[in-house]
Every structure is written in structure tokens, then in C-alpha cells.
């Protein structure tokens, strides 16, 4: 879906799809050399980052297994509850892994955390962050993340896997969504 299909539901375009794939690209050529001659797991977190995992995934050019994670903290709300809830839990054990999270957005940083201190309970060698957009003005704890994306305000966002009450995942751009569509 084109950003000009849903116009009237869109505020303002942050991040064009042309500029996610850009820094997508050069995010993995710096995950490349952080990683070399080791074995990658990257957790993606169901849904919003499936876009990100599927491109992110195929900018590198070493050998990486995937597995997935859904939690949300969401629901249909435009703000986080803070209270994380597991949809689905991974498949390969994290025990002596090195541990990628790919994550579409760090807004809060609650669910982030809550995931870290999850994976280092069951034993992942290293745990970093790969997250396409953060918003530092909405952080309410400190994540420290290794490969961001981008820095954007503190708006509702959708696009490129994002989404509102399950729209808007396929946006093509991130782009904040129009507050009459959720008043």
C-alpha cells in the first residue's frame, strides 16, 4: 500500500520505504562484521517487526537462523499497557546463542526490557537490539540498543509493519497516523 492510498488517514511521512531499505542495507553490513564467524539467531517480534525481519534478514550475507517471539503490550490502544503478555514463544533455545532481537519500533522500552532480561534468564550468550525506529522522547526505561534505524517524535506511528488495530501493516513508508482515524 502507497502512502497515497490512505492519504486522508495519514498526519505527516517520517521515513520513506526508499530510505528504510537504505539504512536496512547499511545496518547489516555493520551486523556483518560485528558477527563474523559466529552463530546469529535473530528473534523477530511478531507482528510489527515481520517486515523489518524479512528485509533486515536478506541484506546480510552470512548464514543466520530465525525464530520468532509474539508479545504484545499493546492491544488495540494507541499507547502501551506496560503489562507484557506472550502470544507465542520461540522455538529454539537460547541457551549459549548469540541473540539479534529485531524489533520495528522501541517506544516505551517496557516490552524491550522485559524481553532482555527474559532471553538472559535462559542463557543466550550476547543479546543485542536491531530496532528500525526509536522514540527516545517515550522511553520510560534506559535500552540500550546496538542498531537503530531511526529517531523519530513521539507521534503514533504506522507502516512497514506497524499497524493500528491491525491496519496499516502494509504501508509501504512510516508514517504517523491522523488522529481522527483513532479518536
Not at 146 to 164: A, Q, S, T
Request: net charge negative; aromatic share 6%.
Amino acid at each position: 500500500m502507497e502512502s497515497t492510498d490512505v492519504q486522508g488517514d495519514l498526519a505527516q511521512v517520517l521515513v520513506t520505504e526508499e530510505q528504510i531499505h537504505d539504512k536496512l542495507r547499511e545496518l547489516a553490513r555493520r551486523i556483518e562484521a560485528d558477527y563474523e564467524g559466529e552463530d546469529l539467531l535473530l528473534v523477530g517480534v511478531l507482528k510489527g517487526a515481520v517486515m523489518v525481519m524479512a528485509d533486515l534478514s536478506r541484506e546480510l550475507r552470512n548464514h543466520v537462523e530465525i525464530d520468532w517471539m509474539a508479545v504484545s503490550s499493546y492491544g488495540n490502544s494507541t499507547k502501551s499497557s506496560g503489562v507484557v503478555q506472550i502470544r507465542k514463544d520461540l522455538d529454539t533455545p537460547l541457551e549459549g546463542r548469540h541473540v539479534l532481537i529485531v524489533e520495528d519500533i522501541i517506544d516505551s522500552g517496557l516490552t524491550l526490557s522485559w524481553l532482555l532480561e527474559n532471553f538472559a534468564a535462559r542463557g543466550a550468550a550476547s543479546i543485542e537490539v536491531c530496532a528500525l525506529l526509536r522514540k527516545p522522547d517515550a522511553a520510560k526505561v534506559e535500552i540500550d540498543c546496538r542498531y537503530v534505524g531511526f529517531d523519530i517524535p513521539n507521534e503514533f506511528v504506522v507502516g512497514y509493519g506497524l499497524d493500528y488495530a491491525e491496519r496499516y501493516r502494509n504501508l509501504r513508508d512510516v508514517a504517523v497516523l491522523a488522529p481522527h482515524v483513532y479518536a
